[in-house]
C-alpha cells in the first residue's frame, strides 16, 4: 500500500461543509424572479380598465333601477297612465287620434320624443308596410297652461324637466385632497354656483343635475283581458331608461325575426334569428353587427284576426352568434341571438326593434281605474 502523502489534505467527512458552498442567490435567478413579478404585475395592471368598465356599467344599472321606480312612481301620481286625465279633459296626445282609440292600443309615452319631432309611430321604422306594419302609438301627455288653466300637449322644456332624472347630481371636485367634493346650484340667471349663502337664497333656483338618464314609457294592454268585451283596466307598464339618449329617428331601427327551434310557446326568451330584409339597407347592418351581450330589444308581433292582436315585449340580449353579412334567406345579412326576458308566442309575426343606450328596462303589470 502507497503511503500517504503528508502534504496532501485528508479528504473532509460528507457532512463537514465545504467553504466552498455559495451563501445567498446568483444574479439568474433574481433575473427570473424578477420576470415572474414583472408578469404579474402586468396581469394585476391589465385588469384594472376591466373592473373600471364593470363598475361603471353597475353603477349605470343601479342608476337605472333608481330612475325607473322613481319613473314608475311619477306616472301613478301625476295620472299619465289614463287617456283621460282627472278633469275629464284629454291626457294622451298623437295626432288625430281619440283618447278612446289610444286607450286599447299599444302605446309609447315620450314626450321627450313628440317634441323632438320623431314620429307618431314608435319605434321610428318598421320592416312591414301598412296595414301590416307593428308599431305603438308615440304619445304625448296633456298638461295646462295659461290663465285660466287651458288643456293641451305638454311642450318640450316640460317634458325635458319631467322625463329627465334629476337625482344624478353634479359635484365640483376641488384640487386639494383634503377638501371635500362640493355640489353645484343653478341660479336663475343660469350662472353656476357650488354654495348656497343666505345672500343667494332670492336668486338660488335649483340643484344642477347631470341629465344623463331619461326614460319613456310603452303600456300594453295585458293580454289575459284580451276577448272579454271590457275595457282594458290591467296594463304591461315598461319603463325603458336611457344613458345620454339620442332622439334622432335613425336611433329607431327594426330587423325581421325568425323564431329558432321551439314552435309555439319559447319559455322565457329563446332563440331568434335577427335578419335584414333589404341588403342596401346599412343603418341596420351596422346595428345588428354592434349589438353586444346586455343590450335590450322590444320584440313586436301580430296575430292575423278578427280580432287582430299585438304583443310588445322586452328582453335582453343573453349571447350572440357570429354575423353572416348575407345568405339566400337573409340578403341583407343574419344574426343568432339568445334573448331572455318572458314568453313569447312564435305564431306571431314577429320584428325587432333596436334601439340605442338603453341602461335597463324595468316591467310590472298596473290596473289603472278608468
Same mark, same amino acid.
Given at each position: 500500500m502507497k503511503p500517504m502523502d503528508p502534504v496532501t489534505p485528508s479528504p473532509r467527512h460528507p457532512l463537514t461543509p465545504s467553504p466552498a458552498i455559495r451563501r445567498g442567490v446568483s444574479l439568474l435567478e433574481i433575473l427570473v424572479s424578477? /420576470?415572474?413579478?414583472?408578469? *404579474?404585475?402586468?396581469?394585476?395592471a391589465a385588469l384594472l380598465p376591466v373592473a373600471r368598465y364593470e363598475m361603471m356599467v353597475a353603477a349605470k344599472a343601479d342608476r337605472g333601477a333608481a330612475c325607473?321606480?322613481?319613473?314608475?312612481?311619477?306616472?301613478?301620481?301625476? #295620472?299619465?297612465? &289614463?287617456?283621460i286625465d282627472r278633469q275629464g279633459n284629454q291626457n294622451w296626445y298623437c295626432g288625430a287620434f281619440s283618447p278612446a282609440v289610444l286607450a286599447e292600443a299599444p302605446?309609447?309615452?315620450?314626450?321627450?320624443?313628440?317634441?323632438?319631432?320623431?314620429?307618431?309611430?314608435? !319605434?321610428?321604422?318598421?320592416? /312591414?308596410?301598412? !296595414? %301590416? &306594419?307593428?308599431?305603438? /302609438?308615440?304619445? %304625448?301627455? *296633456?298638461?295646462?297652461s295659461g290663465i285660466p288653466p287651458v288643456p293641451g300637449p305638454m311642450p318640450l322644456a316640460l317634458a325635458t324637466r319631467l322625463f329627465r332624472w334629476r337625482d344624478d347630481l353634479q359635484f365640483d371636485m376641488p384640487g386639494e385632497r383634503t377638501e371635500r367634493p362640493r355640489q353645484q346650484f343653478v341660479r336663475a340667471d343660469g350662472s353656476v354656483w357650488t354654495s348656497v349663502l343666505p345672500?343667494?337664497?332670492l336668486t338660488y333656483q335649483t340643484a344642477d343635475p347631470e341629465g344623463a338618464y331619461s326614460w319613456m314609457a310603452t303600456v300594453m294592454p295585458d293580454l289575459s283581458e284580451s276577448g272579454l268585451g271590457v275595457a282594458h283596466r290591467k296594463y304591461v307598464v315598461s319603463t325603458v331608461v336611457f344613458y345620454n339618449r339620442d332622439l334622432t329617428p335613425q336611433r329607431e331601427l327594426s330587423c325581421a325575426v325568425n323564431p329558432s327551434g321551439v314552435v309555439g310557446v319559447q319559455p322565457? #326568451?329563446?332563440? /331568434?334569428?335577427?335578419?335584414? !330584409? =333589404?341588403?342596401?339597407?346599412?343603418?341596420?347592418?351596422?346595428?345588428?353587427?354592434? =349589438?353586444?351581450? #346586455?343590450?335590450?330589444?322590444?320584440?313586436?308581433?301580430?296575430? !292575423?284576426?278578427?280580432?287582430?292582436?299585438?304583443?310588445?315585449?322586452?328582453?335582453?340580449?343573453?349571447?350572440?352568434?357570429e354575423f353572416v353579412s348575407t345568405s339566400p334567406l337573409y340578403p341583407g345579412g343574419s344574426r343568432l341571438v339568445t334573448l331572455a326576458g318572458p314568453d313569447w308566442d312564435t305564431s306571431f309575426t314577429t320584428e325587432a326593434g333596436l334601439l340605442d343606450r338603453i341602461v335597463g328596462v324595468y316591467t310590472q303589470t298596473v290596473e289603472v281605474d278608468r
Open positions: 424578477l /420576470f415572474v413579478i414583472l408578469v *404579474g404585475l402586468l396581469s394585476v325607473a321606480r322613481a319613473a314608475m312612481r311619477d306616472m301613478v301620481v301625476r #295620472g299619465m297612465l &289614463n287617456p302605446v309609447a309615452i315620450d314626450p321627450m320624443g313628440v317634441g323632438q319631432g320623431l314620429p307618431l309611430a314608435f !319605434p321610428a321604422s318598421d320592416c /312591414f308596410t301598412a !296595414p %301590416n &306594419n307593428i308599431q305603438m /302609438f308615440r304619445v %304625448n301627455i *296633456g298638461t295646462y345672500a343667494d337664497l322565457g #326568451g329563446g332563440d /331568434f334569428t335577427l335578419s335584414v !330584409p =333589404l341588403a342596401t339597407d346599412e343603418a341596420t347592418r351596422t346595428k345588428l353587427m354592434e =349589438l353586444k351581450q #346586455g343590450d335590450w330589444i322590444l320584440l313586436r308581433g301580430m296575430k !292575423p284576426g278578427p280580432p287582430v292582436v299585438y304583443a310588445f315585449k322586452w328582453y335582453r340580449v343573453a349571447a350572440l352568434g
